[in-house]
Each structure stands twice: as structure tokens, then as C-alpha cells.
């Protein structure tokens, strides 16, 4: 019997691995559950942080083609859960009826809403390549903590960095509207289509990257829509609740949500 596919999608500043644990809890639950990393991406954080520019060239709208591509990929619609930008690919795709149902986690701003300052205080510490075009940015260690592991006790947040932490590519910042004073264009959801699978938003309240408010911005925009659209606040949790000591409890909502509307790890035959 066929297993639902759930596509794991990582964001800004973390590697692939960061879905370790996900992929396990789903597998475990009966779901074809795979993380497929950027294109280029090497197999461990720590390779990309001696390579901080190999990811560097890496733009929105190749981004978001190289997962539709692995979703349609499918011979049955994936669940989708994406984290920071990889929310905003979420929920562009399930938009586009790219996948069964959607999970947007902490998600990069859609639309017409604003950036949270902090995007912009990181952008002057980008990286220059060769010939003087910004690359990556990388966080060290200690804004790390700040700005991502704000919620955890040192020694985790450490142990976070070293397993999960890697360089966000320039160019993939300035597709967001860093820096440029207003949206990109790039960064959109359809918002209204009415036809399209369930989606859930997912929020961290102590959350320094994408603040709450930018999550219930979202949420309030899919207002109109008869399509079902879910928003799941975490009090006390940062931007690394896919990956700090409390993930499970998210994974277990999201797994709940999905029984809830009805997706299954293994669907109705015929």
C-alpha cells in the first residue's frame, strides 16, 4: 500500500539535518517522510561553513522550482512542511495546488508584509565574493543564540549551531526585499484560492526572527478564502523550535493536525 510523502523544506540558516528528527517521527507514524536539501548542498553543516559560498547564487525562484519539482515528483500529493523560507515555499506551492495539505512553520513574510528589522541590522555583516558582490551571511555562533536559540540554555543553543547552523545565500535575501525597503515581488502567496489543499501556520511567541505578529499578518490575509487555513501559537518558543529540545511537541501538533483533516499516512485505495 502507498505511504503519503511529506516534504520537509528548511529555511534561512540551517542545514537540511535540522529535519533529522521530523523525518524519523513521521516515518515512524507511516509517512514517506524526506528532507531534500537545497540544490548544491552538502551532506553536513559544518561543510557548508568551510564553503560558505557554495550555496551563495541560490535565488528565490530557483528555490521554490527545484521543491515544486521534488513534489511533483510524487505519484501521490505530498504533505508539504516548510520552516522560515521554506514556510513561504509552503504555502506558495499548496496555493498553486502544488501537494496535498501544507505546513507553514515560522514562515518568511508573503505578500505585502513587512520584514521584521532584524533582516535588515544582519544585512551589512554579508559576505563579499571576489569581485565585490555580497555572497552569503553567516551568523556567528553568539547571534545564533540571540537571534535563532533565543529560548534555550547556552550549551543547547551550542550544540545547535554545530549540528544545523550554515550560511543563508545573499541572493535569497535580497529575493525576500532585505534591504531594498519594500517587498520583493517574489515573496507571494495566492491567498485566495479556495480550491487548494489545508494549510497550517505555525508561530513561536518568543520568536526574534519572524515574530509572531508577522505569522498572524498571514493568517489574518487568508481571511477571505473558504480553504481551510489553521494558525498554531507556541508560547515560549524561538525560531529553533523545529530543532531545540521541545520539537516534538510541534512535530506531534502538526501529525494531529494532519489526522484532523483527514491526511493519512496511508491513503484510501482507488
Request: glycine share 8%; charged share 20%; proline share 7%.
Amino acid at each position: 500500500m502507498k505511504r503519503t510523502p511529506v516534504v520537509f523544506i528548511h529555511g534561512l540558516w540551517l542545514h537540511a539535518l535540522c529535519w533529522e528528527s521530523w523525518v524519523e517521527r513521521f516515518a515512524s507514524r507511516g509517512f514517506l517522510a524526506s528532507a531534500p536539501g537545497w540544490p548544491g548542498e552538502p551532506a553536513a553543516a559544518r561543510d557548508l561553513r568551510a564553503a560558505p559560498d557554495a550555496l551563495g547564487r541560490i535565488g528565490l525562484d530557483a528555490l521554490t522550482d527545484h521543491y515544486a519539482g521534488i513534489v511533483r515528483s510524487f505519484d501521490t500529493a505530498p504533505v508539504i512542511v516548510g520552516h522560515s523560507v521554506g514556510g513561504l515555499i509552503a504555502q506558495h506551492l499548496i496555493a498553486a495546488d502544488v501537494g496535498r495539505a501544507a505546513v507553514a512553520i515560522a514562515p518568511a513574510p508573503i505578500n505585502d508584509i513587512p520584514l521584521p528589522a532584524s533582516y535588515a541590522r544582519l544585512l551589512p555583516r554579508a559576505r563579499s565574493g571576489p569581485a565585490g558582490a555580497a555572497v552569503s551571511l553567516s551568523l556567528p555562533q553568539e547571534r545564533f543564540r540571540r537571534m535563532v536559540a533565543n529560548t534555550v540554555a547556552a550549551d543547547e543553543s551550542r550544540r545547535l549551531y554545530e549540528r544545523y547552523a550554515v550560511p543563508a545565500p545573499f541572493r535569497l535575501l535580497t529575493d525576500l526585499g532585505c534591504g531594498a525597503g519594500r517587498r520583493s515581488p517574489r515573496a507571494v502567496a495566492d491567498v485566495g484560492n479556495a480550491d487548494r489543499g489545508p494549510l497550517l501556520l505555525v508561530s513561536g511567541q518568543e520568536d526574534r526572527l519572524v515574530p509572531d505578529a508577522a505569522t498572524r499578518a498571514a493568517y489574518k490575509q487568508y481571511g477571505d478564502t473558504t480553504a481551510v487555513t489553521d494558525l498554531k501559537q507556541f508560547a515560549d518558543r524561538a525560531h529553533s523550535l523545529v530543532i531545540d529540545s521541545g520539537w516534538r511537541s510541534v512535530a506531534d501538533h502538526v501529525l494531529g493536525w494532519l489526522a484532523e483533516r483527514g491526511v493519512r499516512a496511508r491513503p484510501p485505495e482507488g
